[in-house]
């Protein structure tokens, strides 16, 4: 099975501060890998697919990158209503769909 | 506009069977690249994905709890019905459905599926 791995599990960062997370695969997973944000009490939304790719209606301070076994998301320019847990998730290795542990965004 | 909405008891006993409808609306989950997924998350823990049906009925399971999970749908209906059998404590999580579909790269390759619409969450709870 292929493990998906973030860091840091948690960062505290200003407004306005550039923030990036990191997710790893066990095994190359091409591309196949996205970016959620989730907010307490709140249903995971999507914001980053193939590995690249901005969802519709996402603003355009995240953005990921990498691709094999080595993934990135970065918010540019963090704002207030950014503060959330983000989740990775590859959709390479049939019949598994991996989440990652998690990164909390706090406030600092 | 797409939306989903998850049902069920909230508490189960252990050793039951949980049974959770997903009913959906603005989709059809007879359009080819379309399924519709379950993943749930214990209190204060990270994502697990359960199963997931595609349009032409084919399903998939989490391989950790693919004994104890049914996934069906019911087209007319737009529902997707998950049921899980042998309910333990550590299964106490809110369980969420979402619309998958399949998306492309940037060069129009298939790029996996991914969950873009989700349910509110269904919190249920195992204990005696």
């Known amino acids: 099975d292929i493990q998906m791995t973030q860091s840091p599990s948690s960062v505290s960062a200003s407004v306005g501060d550039r923030v990036t997370i990191t997710c790893r695969a066990s095994q190359g997973i091409s591309s196949w890998l996205a970016w959620y944000q989730q907010k307490p009490g709140k249903a995971p939304k999507l914001l980053i697919y193939a590995a690249s790719s901005l969802q519709s209606g996402v603003p355009s301070r995240f953005s990921g990158s990498g691709s094999g076994t080595d993934f990135t998301l970065t918010i540019s320019s963090l704002q207030p209503e950014d503060f959330a847990t983000y989740y990775c998730q590859q959709a390479n290795s049939f019949p598994m769909l991996t989440f990652g542990g998690g990164t909390k965004v706090e406030i600092k | ?128």
């Open chain 2, 1 to 128: 506009q797409i939306t989903l909405k998850e049902s069920g008891p909230t508490l189960v006993k252990p050793t039951q069977t949980l049974t959770l409808t997903c009913t959906f609306s603005g989709f059809s989950l007879s359009t080819s690249g379309v399924g519709v997924g379950w993943i749930r998350q214990p209190p204060g823990k990270a994502l697990e994905w359960l199963a997931l049906i595609y349009w032409d009925d084919d399903k998939r399971y989490s391989p950790s709890l693919k004994s104890r999970l049914t996934i069906t749908k019911d087209t007319s209906k737009n529902q997707v019905v998950l049921t899980m059998t042998n309910m333990d404590p550590v299964d106490t999580a809110t369980y969420y459905c979402a619309h998958a579909r399949r998306y492309y790269d940037s060069s129009g390759y298939s790029a996996g599926y991914y969950f873009d619409y989700w349910g509110q969450g269904t919190l249920v709870t195992v204990s005696s």
